[in-house]
């Protein structure tokens, strides 16, 4: 798309004018000029590499995570009602702690290798795709189980024949909008312990004392690029599993 | 009875749960593990969190703390919202933003942090902080809401003649509003998050200040304290803004369940 | 003196795959306090021509006047009742507000007795305080009428006004439609496909070609100004009416109901 392209350019021109003629200091936001030959170099300063690969892998780490326990939560707690009742009152409370407050206590008690990380990361991950498994049993048309029943299908070829297909939407929805969040989770924790390998910790060292803003700014715009490739990636890959049933459930 | 049961239903795992809390980490206390430690029995959580929230850390810590975060979060609001009926009107202006939008969108916003507190200094930096990261869904949804307004509504609204203002305000922002309040969900709970982060940096004062502290004092107890306070700081300010959306959309025939899905995040 | 005066009207959509006309040189007048009504094949550009008369469409050629002014944007003394009530209609507001809505210039007073009138006369006194979607088709659309007539229009146009409700109610609302305009003498210009409905409704009917749309007809109706849905219909001038209508209407789909 030209139009979003030429918005792209009219958006690094004015943070490049704004930067040129001081109307923010120069000191604090360097023009794109210097930010982004910035994010080349440091794309072949082997130690920065390891800090973003470390970040992106703990990040899909924490998401296989926290599909692989979500999913069938959610489907456990959307198909059996006694247990949904029993166990939603717990989750209502855990799900509203942020999963950020827990940074001090967790590095306190498990250090700050990143295995920390990643398990907070699966903590705030989870919600999403548990919510948007369990809605999504809710939405299941009944006349679609009743046709599935009629050809003789049991409660557990129904859950996984009909259920589990037009859910699928919704899950794969869910974890579009956790890989943000674990993203997030990741660097947030990653600003808090010193020493990790992470592009957090990057940006939170160059950005303390060394006042290398540039390198702050490069490591923020490199976060952004995976966060956007990674949003853009799986909502390609909605349309091209799912180009039945156009994006619904839960966005944005 | 059969109600008496539902209740007992939907508590007991709580229950049981807290409960084998409170008994494995006093059996722990005697053999003196690290377990009991870190997870301090409830009991004296509770009892931590009945001295810190009540004592003169609520107008110190609390208060300072939450006003930062609705503070931010209706400044967010009210300029996403107002962008957002804006843009999503006019002919071709998301074509040219949309990518930038996303692309700000998707910084993580705790990244924004060690840049605001170089640039605007870590104790007044909380306010952009959270403001820049709790913009996006409010402001993206509401230009999503605004474009959805039908062909015969425009017509309508031009039939009777109404000033770009009213329209605006009468027809647009109306048609727009339930996925406004969606926005306005999600932006909610970032501003919490974003609040507790750019505190836990670099703040003199609030709950993440004091989360801090307790880190560095070995208070165990005291930190489970304030993670409840947030716990509940959440649960309260979603449960509100529930309510008042019900009333500001009770003109809807059907209440859209999937914009609850996905009520909090993180 | 002429309402309502459309002159060499005809519109040429520009789209990607070439050009397409959907009227050309629509000529006819409505006079005060007429009800006309235009009938013609679907898809025949019979909203077309609707929207230029209202201004929500500026005709590429011909010029359309309302009592002597040249349109030229929505004039302020015109009203428009489209067929589809559930979108015309703002969900956000109760029905009273819904009618009260194009009334803001009016002082408060003013607006809830004009919205009170206007609601008693399509039969909604007691329907105010709801809203739309609570209502029946055939409610929501009464009222659209009743905020259309609220406006006291000089002209109301009714784009397939009917054409969304079950029969039963479609022979009410045209009942209502007929004693609300004897009443309030009000210009009418009503767009259908329906044959019987132009004839049963209309003081005039102008029959309309297929694509691109010209006027093929202009009826005189001398079904006198009561009429009914069971003796009207079966009157012999009715049925000779309706059967010439459908002849010149011939090559396109008839509707007979």
Known sequence: MPASLIGLAGFFAVWEVASRTDLVPEYYLPPPS????????????PEFVRAAVATFAATVLALVIATLVAVPAGLILGSVPPVRRAVMTLVEFLRPIPSVALIPLALL?????????????????VWPILFNTMYALDEVDPLHVETARAFGSGRVAVLARVALPSAAPFVLTGVRLSFAIALGVVISTELFSGGTVGLGQVVQVASGGGLNMDTVLAGTVLAGLIGFGANAGLEWSHRKLFAWNLPRGGDK | M?????????????????????????????????????????????????????????GDHIVP?????????????????????????SRGAMAYLGAVFNFLRSIPP?????????????????????????????????????????????????????S?????????????????????????????????????????????NQLVLAQRDYEPA?????????????????TLLLAFERRALAWQPRHSLEAQAIATGG | MNMLEVDGVGHTYQGKDGAYTAIDGLSFTVGMGELVCVVGPSGCGKSTLLRSIAGLLRPSRGTVSLHGNRVDGVPSDLSVVFQDYSRSLFPWLSVTRNVEFPLRRLSRSERSTRAGEALDAVGLGGAGKKYPWQLSGGMQQRVAIARALAYRPALLLMDEPFASVDAQTRFELEDLLLRVRREQDTTVLLVTHDIDESVYLGDRVLVLSKSPACVVADLDVPLGSSRDQITTRASEQFVELRARVAGMLQGGPVTVR
């Not at chain 1, 210097?34 to 300063?45: A, T």
């Not at chain 2, 206390?29 to 997870?39: A, E, K, L």
Request: proline residues 5%; without cysteine; positive net charge.
């Open chain 2, 110 to 162: 705790p990244l924004l942090v060690p840049f605001f507190v170089a640039s605007v200094g870590a104790t007044s930096m909380q306010l952009p902080t959270i403001v820049f990261g709790a913009i996006w869904p409010v402001l993206l949804n509401t230009v999503d809401g605004a474009r959805s307004v039908d062909a015969t509504k425009v017509d309508t609204a031009r039939v009777f003649r109404l």
């Open chain 2, 164 to 208: 770009r203002s009213q329209w605006l305000v009468g027809v647009v922002l109306p048609s727009a509003l339930p996925k406004v309040f969606a926005g306005l969900r999600l932006s909610l709970s970032i501003s919490l998050i974003l609040m507790v982060i750019s505190e836990l940096v670099g703040s003199a004062n609030g709950i993440g």
């Open chain 1, 34 to 45: 210097v930010v982004l030959p910035k994010l080349v170099s440091l794309l072949g300063d």
């Open chain 2, 2 to 58: 059969n109600r008496l049961s539902g209740v007992a239903q939907r508590w007991v795992v709580l229950v049981v749960a807290v409960g084998v809390w409170e008994l494995v980490t006093r059996a722990a206390r005697s053999g003196d593990t690290s377990i009991s430690f870190f997870f301090p029995p409830p009991s004296e959580i509770a009892g931590a969190a009945g001295r810190l929230w009540f004592s003169s850390a609520f």
């Open chain 2, 65 to 89: 703390g939450v006003s930062r975060m609705l503070g931010g979060w209706a400044l967010a609001g009210v300029i996403g919202v107002a962008l957002g009926v804006l843009l999503g009107r």
């Open chain 2, 222 to 238: 005291d930190m489970w304290a304030w993670i409840v306070l947030l716990g509940v700081l959440g649960y309260l300010f979603n």
């Open chain 1, 109 to 125: 008690t498990f250090g700050t290798g990143p295995d920390t990380k990643v398990a907070l990361a699966v903590y705030g991950a």
